[in-house]
């Protein structure tokens, strides 16, 4: 066992091959450790058994991680690692080389290292990698270090922690192409949208986009664009003396008759039975339905 200078740290070699080497790293801080910034020398997968850690790449790119993780952290690149509540950790660790992240995943690299898309990330492992760490981690920890099995367990583990990064970044993106939409229809709920339009404000292909936006959001882009029309004649027909049509036409409505159609279809009753009848109770529970969940006949 290899005993780092502090004794804080604890830091083992499981196993060493041609692809990477296994490490076990336990870390027990105190509470007035200092937290210096590290240059590590090879590329480096971090598989937390236990506690919580945190590495710190740069000002605001915090990774925190979890039992349920992998965190990359790249040759070369400085990092700091702390300790949330000094609780500690125990991690095993993947440790390539250069030459061992070529032949493994090539298109993870840049230069000597992971591609920055990747080691400022964390991945959440699926049950099927959480178990491969598992195993791998029993088999070593029990001196069972048959490198055809070790080196299985390991690259499935590599494969499945950068599959994770990808999906994570494939959602970042459909967020970012639904948040736009989003903001564009509550900036203009009366405007006579077209997919086409939307479409160019996300960056993304109108078939994309009713694709992503029906997924993440429950309801497609039209009904969704009709809930906010609904929400801005709501207000009309509740505070104001404006005419039925007038509110129809200026929330975005075809026609009166559309609208009052919709209207009832989504609250129950008509425009006007509304107003003949709303007192302020009856008025919350309006709005408090059309900020729910969007009805089907919405």
Known sequence: MDRAPDDWITRRTLYQGGLFEVGHVVCRPTPDLRHEVEYPGLNVVALPIAGVFAVHHGPRQQVLAIPNHAVFISSGSPCRVTFPGNIGDECLVLRLSAAGLARLVPEAMARDGFHSSVFTTRAELPPSAMLARGLLWRRLSRGEDDPLLVEELGVELLDSALLAVRRSRVAADHSRH?????????????????????????????????????????????????????????????????????????????????FTARFRAFFGLTPDALRRSAGSRNAAELRKIVTAQPAAAA
């Open 178 to 258: 639904v948040r736009r939409v989003k903001e564009a229809i509550s900036a203009s709920p009366a405007r006579r949208w077209a997919l086409g339009e939307l479409s160019d404000i996300a960056g993304v292909s109108p078939c994309h986009l009713a694709h992503v936006f029906s997924r993440e959001v429950g309801t497609s882009v039209y009904r969704y664009a009709s809930r906010q029309r609904l929400a801005l004649a709501l207000d009309a027909v509740l505070d104001s003396r404006l005419d039925l049509t007038s509110i129809a036409l200026d929330s975005g409505f075809a026609s009166h008759s559309h």
